[in-house]
């Protein structure tokens, strides 16, 4: 029997939205393009996963705990009285349920990278093993390598930004920072 989730990506594959061997079938499976080594990690997944913000552990923002970064960060997108119902979902249904309901997009667009700031400071100041495996990054290049076309966040087919990298190479300097009694 061929699970659900392997029909539906090999019908994606065969109608052209992807390519079976570009596009795993978990958020965290490794595929083309993510490189790990000394120097680098481009790409948050395998063993680096964590980095990721679809990387389950807790998170409170806002005054609510939520299950995952990213569940946070959809929520932000809203007013706080429509935020609760993300703290109950995973990250793939907070972002399925986010980009399903209306926002004030421009005002959003105004304060995504704050927000994402914030987001990914409570993940790892919340959480110490995983500030302790980002401080062990150490010089490491960090780079949100990506299959799904997000060149805002991250890096598609060698374009983009990879803002969410740069969040998280700030967040390690802060807790290095925090660690050795600096201001």
Request: hydrophobic share 45%; with cysteine.
């Amino acid at each position: 029997m061929i699970p659900a989730r392997t029909i539906a990506f090999l019908g994606l594959a065969l109608l052209g939205g992807c390519s079976a061997s570009a596009r795993p079938q978990a958020w965290d499976d490794v595929f083309p393009g993510v490189l790990q080594d000394a120097k680098n990690v481009r790409g948050f997944v395998g063993d680096y996963s964590w980095l990721s913000n679809f990387y389950a552990c807790p998170v409170e923002y806002g005054g609510l705990a939520y299950r995952s970064s990213e569940a946070a960060y959809q929520a932000a997108r809203f007013p706080a009285g429509e935020r609760a119902v993300f703290t109950q979902l995973g990250p793939d249904a907070a972002k399925t349920l986010a980009h399903s309901k209306p926002f004030d997009a421009a005002a959003w667009d105004a304060r995504k990278d704050r927000v994402m700031r914030e987001v990914v400071w409570a993940k790892f100041s919340q959480n110490r093993l995983l500030a302790l495996r980002l401080i062990a990054t150490g010089e490491k290049y960090l780079e949100e390598t990506n299959w799904w076309n997000d060149p805002y966040w991250g890096v598609y087919q060698g374009q983009g930004k990879n803002m969410l990298g740069i969040v998280l190479m700030e967040v390690r300097a802060r807790l290095v920072k925090e660690r050795a009694g600096g201001p």
